[in-house]
């Protein structure tokens, strides 16, 4: 069994087309607790997760299109849609769409926002994460969705949960675990 440390940057994008999502507001694609108040960069099995994107509109006419959040449960899953919104932003103003999803097992969970317009006319590129699910954090973890500094976040092989060790103690452990 391999042993994980891992981080991801949570980022959106949309490529080629006059509306765009970013600096202008609230970050893109983020992964938020149930209440809205800690974004997250691992999941736990169980505990309900809030998926939030926007749109910000600066062409010079009303944006019309939709949004899709996905989810798929394994890297060769199937890809299930969790939520579709409609929507209409006129020039110079933004949206933000959420929805909710609870991770149901361990492993790993691909989580995808498309946006595509009919007017303008085109397709944003979807941004999307790849996220670990334990069944249970560390206490030291638990607290807020990292570790503090000078140690990682590590990932038991059977992903039984995750914990905060010291560098060190990162090296043996991956010594012992991939023997």
Not at 30 to 43: E, P
Not at 55 to 67: C, D, R
Not at 119 to 137: A, C, H, M, N, R
Not at 158 to 175: M, P
Request: proline fraction near 4%.
């Amino acid at each position: 069994m391999k042993y994980f440390v891992l981080s991801f940057l949570l980022t959106g994008f949309i490529v080629g087309l006059p509306v765009s999502f970013g600096e202008q507001m609230p970050p893109g694609f983020q992964v938020y607790t149930s209440d809205g108040k800690l974004q997250l960069s691992y999941l736990k099995v169980g505990e309900e997760i809030r998926l939030e994107d926007g749109v910000y509109n600066n062409a010079t006419l009303t944006s019309i299109g939709n949004i899709k959040f996905y989810i798929r449960d394994a890297p060769d899953g199937h890809k299930d849609m969790l939520k579709t919104y409609d929507f209409s932003i006129k020039s110079g103003e933004s949206e933000k769409f959420s929805t909710m999803y609870t991770p149901a097992k361990t492993g790993y969970i691909d989580i995808t926002v498309d946006i595509s317009y009919l007017i303008p006319q085109g397709k944003g590129e979807g941004s999307g994460i790849l996220f670990t699910v334990v069944d249970d954090f560390g206490k030291a973890f638990a607290k807020n969705n990292h570790c503090k500094e000078g140690f990682a976040a590590v990932i038991k092989p059977n992903y039984s949960s995750i914990v905060c060790v010291s560098e060190e103690t990162s090296h043996k452990l991956a010594q012992r675990w991939n023997s």
